[in-house]
Each structure stands twice: as structure tokens, then as C-alpha cells.
């Protein structure tokens, strides 16, 4: 695919405020300084925690192996040292034409330029004593910490959502001696993210390893004994015991500060393909942006690490005099018991699916199909695939069905 325009321009005037410091936000940060850029940085922190990586939460983290420092994106030192000034605040407000952004606190910061990096938060369940203690989330370090020390052997839990983290909470669980129940609505586990060969793999891999899964039902009720969970009741009558409910069900941007101010949002908040808002003063990235991309002709909001990382590398670039159109190509990863699952592209809207490899290895690719044209590869344990796909797909290449269905076809014959 072409690159887009190229808009020169000049370096941004006055200080960059970002408010998060997840993967986006902190990215944001460290590429304005590996530019150059001299100016103050502000970035908006409101854990209490130095920025740190989300992906191992659900999996090693949790496992207890480590501490939160193995998590950190770098020692405090380095934020000094790149004189990134980081502010343990919320924002509150923007006042878009005095170029503020009021914090809870109660202070203010000016800003050159603001850059949204408010992310996603969990979608809470609206069901009856979903308040409890034993209903846990699983999003941010605090709420990993805490499983970390509820979790034991011989515990019941259950799972509600078969989703990525969902079922990486499961496979970590069961791996510790819990008896793990998960529960999902949909009729197929991932069902959203990944085609029915990949779903059918780590369905029967998580039955092997004693999780039961139950599809086609909800939870309507945590049952409970005062304070304490003691099951959930779900929609076809049955009663499952529970000492812990783990909520996967998904998550909502963050778009109210954008709103709030004015600022056009949907399913996240509304940028160009230079992930710039209606004000071109402030951009909006990662989990919380919804850009326009010329790659796939239309709207997309994310949730990857590359995705995040990406786009600030792309607004940092823009915040230092050279301004591209973003045209990542999307890969995402999930690590589940003994299996890695990686995806490069975007596998929605296929119509053909082609396996290679062997299933009952475990050790295959789907590589998914839109009218002839790859559009996707989802693999498990399957590493030289997937790297293959990222950079055919990010040159917008393709292989027919027939070469990626015959395991003596040479892919790297299609990168020359």
C-alpha cells in the first residue's frame, strides 16, 4: 500500500500534555524526546503505579512469579532522566480555548498540544450483587494484585466471557488447582475476534486441561451469603458454585473528557487519519481512538499494543515537524495455557478459510480470505506465520488459497 501524504509542518509550540500513561500515553512521551523535542512534556498518570505494561496480568503476573517492578516500562530514573515531568493527577476538564486542562487536584496545565490517551475502562455487569467483593475485574495492576491474592487451589470460580482475557484468567487459574467455570453468551468461545477453527482449537484445549465451558447462557445473579460469593444462577436455571466471579465482558473507551469539551466521539473518540480530533490542537490515541483508516476504508477503534504504540510513534513524529497519515497494520497476541495465538490483520468480514499445518499438533494458521484477497492469518504456536503474514499484509500483498493451503509452497517466496 502507498504511504500517504506527507504534510511537513512545524514543530509544535509550548508544552505536550498527555493524559494516560498506559501503553499509548507513555510511548507518546518517549518518542517526542527520541525526536528532539525540547519542550516540556506532562504526562497525566492517575494510578499510582510507574506506567506499566497490561499484557501480563491476566497471565504471568498473575501467576505470582514476579513483582510489579518486572511490569514497569521503565525506573522512575528514566523519567527524570528524559525530564518527562509525571504528574499523579486525573483530568477534569479541558478548557479548549485558554489551552487548560484542569486536574482534580484542583491545578491547572497548559498546553501546546493535548493528547488524548484516556484508554478503555471495564464493562460492569448490571446484574444482582454484582457489587460484591468475590466479583473481580481484571484490567489494571491493582486488580491483577488482588486476584493475586484471592486466588488458591481448590477454589471455584467462574469465568463470565470467553473473550482474550477471559479465558488467559482461566488457563492461569486452572494452571494453579482451581476448578474454573466459564460462562459465555456466545455460541463459540473468542467468537468476536477469531474464526471457528481457531475457537474449536482452544475450546477442546481448555476442556482437556479441566475447564468447563458453557455456551449459549448468561449469568443472571451472583449468589451470595452475606458479604460472601457463593455461586451465580444462570439463564437456563442452572446454579453454578463460585468462591470468585472473574468478569471478562469487555470494555467501554473513555470518551467523557473528550465529549465534555466539545469533541466529536461515537465508539471512541473521533479522529482523522492523523489522529487528530476536530481540534487541531489535541489528539486522541490508542483503545480510546476511533480513526479514520485509509487501509481498511473506514472506521476502526483498537485494543492492541500496537495499535497504542503505533499511534503514538505516528503523533509524535506529526509533533515534530513530520506528519504522515497512520497506516499500521494491525497485529494483536494471546497466550493461553500452553498456546500463543497471534493475529496479523484484521480477520472480520472473511468469507474463506484456508488451514495450514497441523491441527492436531497444535500447530496451525487460519489464513482467512475477503473475495481471493488475504486479509488476515490467525496462528497458534505457529510464530514463522505470523511474522510472514505481518509483512505481506503490511505491503498489502497476498497469496491465493491454493499456495497457502500446500504446505510445500515456500512462503517467503511471496516477500521477493
Not at 486536574?103 to 484516556?118: I, Q, R, W
Not at 467468537?191 to 474449536?200: H, M
Not at 466529536?264 to 479522529?271: D, H, K, R, S
Request: aromatic share 6%; with cysteine; glycine share 12%.
Amino acid at each position: 500500500m502507498t504511504q500517504g501524504p506527507v504534510l511537513q509542518g512545524p514543530v509544535v509550540q509550548g508544552p505536550v500534555v498527555i493524559v494516560g500513561a498506559g501503553h499509548a500515553g507513555f510511548q507518546v512521551a518517549a518518542s517526542l524526546r527520541q525526536h528532539g523535542f525540547a519542550e516540556r512534556i506532562a504526562l497525566l498518570n492517575d494510578e499510582g503505579h510507574l506506567p506499566y505494561q497490561r499484557p501480563p496480568l491476566s497471565k504471568a503476573y498473575l501467576k505470582g512469579t514476579s513483582g510489579p517492578d518486572s511490569l514497569m516500562f521503565r525506573p522512575g530514573k528514566f523519567f527524570s532522566d528524559q525530564k518527562i515531568d509525571l504528574i499523579s493527577d486525573r483530568a477534569v476538564s479541558i478548557d479548549r480555548r485558554a489551552h487548560k486542562l484542569l486536574l482534580g487536584s484542583g491545578s491547572f496545565l497548559d498546553y501546546g498540544h493535548l493528547v488524548l490517551a484516556t484508554g478503555a475502562r471495564n464493562r460492569l455487569l448490571d446484574i444482582p450483587n454484582a457489587n460484591l467483593e468475590g466479583v473481580r475485574y481484571l484490567r489494571t495492576l491493582d486488580e491483577s494484585e488482588a486476584l493475586r491474592h484471592r486466588i488458591g487451589s481448590g477454589q471455584r470460580v467462574v469465568v463470565i466471557g470467553a473473550g482474550f482475557i477471559g479465558l488467559e484468567f482461566a488457563a492461569t487459574a486452572r494452571g494453579k488447582g482451581l476448578e474454573v467455570d466459564v460462562v459465555e453468551l456466545g455460541t463459540r468461545v473468542m467468537a468476536r475476534a477469531v474464526t471457528a477453527e481457531i475457537s474449536e482449537f482452544f475450546q477442546s484445549s481448555h476442556t482437556a486441561a479441566g475447564i468447563r465451558i458453557h455456551l449459549g447462557v448468561q449469568v443472571t445473579s451472583i449468589e451470595s451469603h452475606g458479604s460472601n460469593v457463593t455461586g451465580v444462577s444462570l439463564s437456563d436455571g442452572r446454579h453454578m458454585p463460585a468462591d470468585l466471579v472473574v468478569v471478562g465482558v469487555g470494555v467501554l473507551p473513555n470518551v467523557e473528557l473528550a465529549a465534555e469539551a466539545g469533541l466529536p466521539v461515537a465508539a471512541g473518540i473521533i479522529v482523522d487519519e492523523h489522529l487528530l480530533t476536530a481540534d487541531p490542537d489535541i489528539s486522541a490515541v490508542g483503545d480510546c481512538a476511533l480513526y479514520a483508516s485509509p487501509r481498511f476504508g473506514g472506521s476502526l477503534r483498537l485494543e492492541s499494543v500496537q495499535n497504542a504504540t503505533d499511534h503514538a510513534r505516528c503523533v509524535a513524529a506529526r509533533l515534530t515537524g513530520d506528519a504522515k497519515v497512520y497506516d499500521g497494520l494491525p497485529w494483536f497476541w494471546s497466550d493461553q495455557g500452553p498456546h500463543k495465538l497471534q493475529i496479523a490483520g484484521l480477520t472480520t468480514g472473511y468469507d474463506q478459510v484456508v488451514v495450514r499445518g497441523d491441527r492436531g499438533q497444535g500447530a496451525f494458521s487460519a489464513f482467512c480470505y475477503k473475495s481471493g484477497q488475504l486479509v488476515g492469518i490467525e496462528s497458534v504456536n505457529r510464530a514463522g506465520d505470523h511474522m510472514f503474514g505481518r509483512r505481506l499484509l503490511a505491503a498489502n500483498g497476498s497469496i491465493t488459497p491454493e499456495q497457502a493451503a500446500d504446505s510445500s509452497f515456500d512462503l517467503k517466496s511471496a516477500l521477493t
